[in-house]
């Protein structure tokens, strides 16, 4: 019988105010919440309840040990959308039923520019969890699961014991059947090899999988008991604490960051476009120059999937979509 | 004494499709009528040519009535505009489709127009015929030569100044034929004479040169929220204007002066390329797009810039320079304009000495007395500059004609 670790990602793309010139040095928000609350109640209420209220089922009813991320933005927007669904989540995770994993507050990009700002916002989100969940924690998601060595130092420096990686077929050659890895001079911290896929028969020599399911991939496999329906039949469901076990003590020794993304994205998704790396640049040019920015508003927009969109011209707003966030941008470095 | 009847075919209220155009139409009506009797027949709406004839409905609009309502601009300013034909904007639709197919659909619209405004006027007593640019001609030409009575034609833009760098057009020779037929043609600047003798061969001795009058705007006090020093593009972004030019100019001028921020105002067919153009730009972080503005967000950024900068590759007369020149903004614009021809304390030069407009700019940036200087000279030319003397010009026109 194979063993399986399941873990969901819940994040929400935030709606951007329509930023003018104008705009820039006034008091206006980054985020427009009332659009983005509006939006997000419709989808939850036709959707992400759906599968909240099956995760919880499944973990506390059927005892099957579920590690979840939930972005800051998430959380902000589920405390208005269901306070009661937030009660129950902490009551779960309270009775170790649920994991929550730590990851940035706003599931942004940090990992890979900013050292100083990853570190603000994982401790942002840490705080997050502290206040709304009275939860520590110990796993960590990094988004779309960016890794390498330096990262392992540092997410370890923060208080976790372990972290998501994609795997590297090549590098990893004949142990690829191996999935918890530990990085060179760490040893009490371990790497998970996340599964490309959710065929858990491709390799019958892999003992061990690491699923991830962000909403898109729960929306495919129509919602999150339909999921640990078809994994029941082939592997064992164990939570991420039980991992430690499968420690192979093998190097997993990654010197350039890589991405062990859901639904196919790449580095270049998010900065192959002259219009994302000269927003993600500035983004983090300010924080580098004020040093780190702990304000919310400035930490709003590092969200990946703010920077997703940018540069794909096929988008016909996405030419917009850059002129107003160098609008913010230019706003933010006013009053970094 | 009975006033002369003048039937004036106009080019719409002025909107963001015909641009300088549409308010130099407007405000020449606005003083004609005070001196003729004047009808102006014009696309109520310019969305219009894009629906059926039969859903149509022109009516012939006397100016006070109808003509000046300026509330409209805010209500056609929301128009889809790549489906609509206008005055200006006959080349971005070129680009989408292909040409032949493409200049087909344009020239029956216009033909369409031509076609109802005939109609229309049959109902109307009028001395002359008073067309303004090329969408009009058509129907000039066929009233001109139906009722053999005198055909002033008032140019604000040529096709030769919106299509620099292309072949002669149907709309080329569309203009050639009207200016031929004409009894007279007014042009906005001797730099728009110029090249209405020299590229269209016409006789110059029936071009009279009439600049436009000014509109003071009403300039906000509205602060710049950077503390760097602003340069200010305002114009429809298509070739014409330069703004590739001006991205050229801004990269030199912020090496120089790295304490510059450059802002583009204006939308066109220009408007993705460019932004994407301005993203590979090494002062992305610096370089803003606006789009579109409202008559009052443009105030607002005469009041928040520093220095003007044209470098139209070719501009008949050059509103938006008068416009700054209003809000007292020093400027370095084009050689190839009418506003270089007026405007004394505008440092001009050829749209395409990148780095002659960039270090004029550098300089005036360095220098505030300098600035003082040029400025006040502009602005005392823009408020000597009225719509009452245009109009009385013109009607001069219509007497003698």
Known sequence: MKTAFLSLIFDYTPVLSTFSIFDIGSD??????????????????????????????????????????????????????????IHEIKIAVNNRKLELLGGTINNSLSSLYSQDQFTEEVKAHKSVLKKVFDYKPVSFYNTESIYCNTLADLIKSL??????????????????????????????????????????FDNPDQKAHFLLFDIKRLREHKGVSRVLLATRTKAKIKSLTDSGKLNSKKLYYI?????????????????????????????????????????????????????????????????????????????????? | ?????????????????????????????????????????QPEKLEEFNESVQQREFEPQHRTEEFTDYQVLSDIAKFEITNIIAPYWYLGGTEKVTHEYTESVVRIKAETYTKEIIEIVDEIEYDVIYAHDWLTFQAAIELKEKTKLPLVLHVHSLDHDRNPNMDRSWVFELEQKAFCIADKIICVSNYSKSIIRSVYGIDGGKINVIYN???????????????????????????????TEFLKIAEHVHKHYPNSRFIMAGDGELYQSLIEAGAHSRIAHKFHMTGHLSDDELNKLYAMADIYCMPSVSEPFGLSALEAAGAGLPMVISNNSGASEILEGAISLDYNDTLGF??????????????????????????SMTWKEAADQITNIFETV
């Open chain 1, 28 to 85: 206006k928000h980054y985020v427009d919440w009332e659009q983005t609350q509006s939006s997000f109640n419709r989808e939850y209420f036709s959707e992400f309840k759906r599968y909240l209220e099956e995760m919880l089922h499944e973990s506390q009813d059927k005892d099957t040990p579920i590690s979840v991320y939930f972005s800051g933005f998430f959380i902000k927007l589920l405390e208005k959308a269901d306070e009661k669904m």
């Open chain 1, 159 to 200: 208080g976790f014991k372990r972290t998501f990686a994609g795997a590297i077929s090549w590098y990893m050659g004949s142990n690829k059947k191996d999935r918890v890895f530990i990085p060179k001079n760490i040893q009490s911290f371990n790497i998970l090899i996340l599964d490309k896929d959710n065929s858990l």
């Open chain 1, 255 to 336: 010197k350039t960051p890589t991405m062990g993304s859901l639904n196919g994205k790449t580095f270049s998704s998010f900065n192959g476009q002259a219009m994302q790396t000269n927003t993600l640049d500035m983004y983090y040019n300010i924080s580098e120059q004020a040093g780190v920015i702990s304000d919310s508003q400035f930490l709003d927009l590092g969200a990946a999937s703010l920077y997703l969109n940018l540069g794909k011209k096929d988008d016909s707003t996405a030419f917009d979509k850059y002129s107003n966030m160098m609008n913010i941008l230019n706003d933010a470095d006013l009053k970094a």
């Open chain 2, 1 to 41: 004494m009975t006033k002369t009847r003048v039937l004036m075919l106009g080019p719409g209220e002025p909107s963001i499709l015909n641009s300088g155009l549409g308010k130099a139409a407007f405000h020449l009506a606005d003083s004609i009528s005070k001196n003729v009797e004047l009808t102006v027949v």
């Open chain 2, 213 to 243: 009058g000014f509109t003071n705007r009403q300039y906000k006090d509205h602060q710049s929220p950077f503390k760097e020093k602003v340069i200010l593009f305002v114009g429809r972004l298509t070739n014409q204007k330069g703004p």
């Open chain 2, 358 to 383: 960039a270090n004029e700019i550098v300089k005036l940036l360095k220098n505030e007395k300098m600035k003082h200087y040029y400025s006040t000279k502009n602005q005392k030319v823009v408020h």
